[in-house]
């Protein structure tokens, strides 16, 4: 499987975003599709998954509300939704992919795309 994140750039506080996951490859609908994000000097965090087949979906408390993600019907990309954007929210983020639910950890990664909130 092979991702390839995009759609980082600058925005304002307050501002949205989309990002996009091109994903290729055999997948299944066991897997479950994510997003991560590192920040200067911290760790990389989860923001926000979802199953490949659709339906659940989890978020990190601090983008409850203001982030989703989805994918296309032809299940070819998987995209993070980000509104109200904060400085905080800045970071490099990765999409990832791993074979089920369940499991831990990601078995693939994209390279990261960066998104830089300004205040």
């Known amino acids: 499987v092979q991702l390839q994140a995009s759609g980082g750039g600058l925005v304002q506080a307050g501002g949205s975003l989309r990002l996009s996951c091109a994903v290729s490859?055999?997948?299944?609908?066991?897997?479950?599709m994510g997003w991560f994000r590192q920040a200067p000097g911290k760790d990389r965090e989860f923001v926000a998954a979802?199953?490949?087949?659709?339906?659940?979906?989890w978020f990190a408390d601090s983008v409850k509300g203001r982030f989703t993600i989805f994918r296309d019907g032809a299940k070819t990309a998987v995209y993070l939704q980000m509104n109200s954007l904060r400085p905080e929210d800045t970071a490099i983020y990765y999409c990832?992919?791993?074979?089920?639910?369940?499991?831990?950890?990601?078995?693939?990664w994209g390279q990261g795309t960066l998104v830089t909130v300004s205040s």
């Open positions: 490859g055999r997948t299944s609908s066991s897997y479950a």
């Open positions: 979802m199953r490949w087949s659709g339906g659940s979906r």
């Open positions: 990832a992919v791993k074979r089920t639910v369940e499991a831990d950890p990601y078995d693939y």
